[in-house]
């Protein structure tokens, strides 16, 4: 059975960067089948797709276009957990962020809602 | 990008009644690469159906999805209880993007 954990601090002050991570059981974040996405959800923004890292035979990202700029996604083997980076925060990036897995999401973490303010 | 709009934004039925939620996209989507989720407060939303019209693992055969190029139905055949929340599309073709939900409500 597949698990995603998520983690990471629910305040973070403007013009920090955002940081949180997704702990995978049940699967790896190098399989060569799976995508791991972060999204979130705003009242003003709806559900929103930020970007993906998966593997296959190297790794790649896709980012959406609204935060390219700002964003990174990382996987790391050795804790099987891949992460998200949003720099530059503004009030207008408080939402519940959540990860969840492949294109269609079949499985998602229980959600954080991160509040932007100082 | 690829626009979904959801209808209606509010749907009030009661249990036992037929559920038909629209998802229609601004252009082609692939390979119906258009999903479904249902939400519930307070958690994530649940995978109901991919590929327009699979059903997602351990999810009812009371609920079923339609369509292709630009317009989708998310189908509840008769309501439960535990049927009303908010439901979205969602499309993998180019990029993601979601619809903004439909609210099924208790009459």
């Known amino acids: 059975q597949v698990h995603l954990q998520q983690s990471g601090p629910g305040l973070v002050k403007p013009s920090q960067t955002l940081s949180l991570t997704c702990a995978i059981s049940?699967?790896?974040?190098?399989?060569?089948?799976?995508?791991w996405n972060w999204i979130r959800q705003s009242p003003s923004r709806g559900l929103e797709w930020l970007g993906r890292?998966?593997?296959?035979?190297?790794?790649?990202?896709d980012y959406a276009v609204s935060v390219k700029s700002r964003i990174n996604i990382n996987a790391d083997t050795s804790k099987n957990q891949f992460s998200l980076q949003l720099s530059s925060v503004t009030p207008d990036d408080t939402a519940v962020y959540f990860c969840?897995?492949?294109?269609?999401?079949?499985?998602w973490g229980q959600g954080t809602l991160v509040t932007v303010s100082s | 990008e690829i626009v979904l709009t959801q209808s209606p934004g509010t749907l009030s039925l009661s249990p036992g009644e037929r559920a038909t939620l629209s998802c229609r996209a601004s252009?082609?989507?692939?390979?119906?690469?258009l999903a479904w989720y249902q939400q519930k407060p307070g958690q994530a939303p649940r995978l109901l159906i991919y590929?327009?019209?699979s059903r997602a693992t351990g999810i009812p055969d009371r609920f079923s999805g339609s369509g292709s190029g630009t317009d989708f139905t998310l189908t509840i055949s008769r309501l439960e209880p535990e049927d009303f929340a908010v439901y979205y599309c969602?499309?993998?073709?180019?990029?993601?993007?979601f619809g903004q939900g439909t609210r099924l409500e208790i009459k």
């Open positions: 252009q082609s989507v692939r390979s119906s690469y």
């Open positions: 049940g699967d790896s974040v190098s399989s060569n089948r799976a995508a």
């Open positions: 969840a897995r492949n294109y269609y999401y079949d499985i």
């Open positions: 969602q499309q993998y073709d180019t990029s993601h993007t």
């Open positions: 890292t998966y593997y296959r035979s190297k790794w790649y990202n």
């Open positions: 590929g327009a019209s």
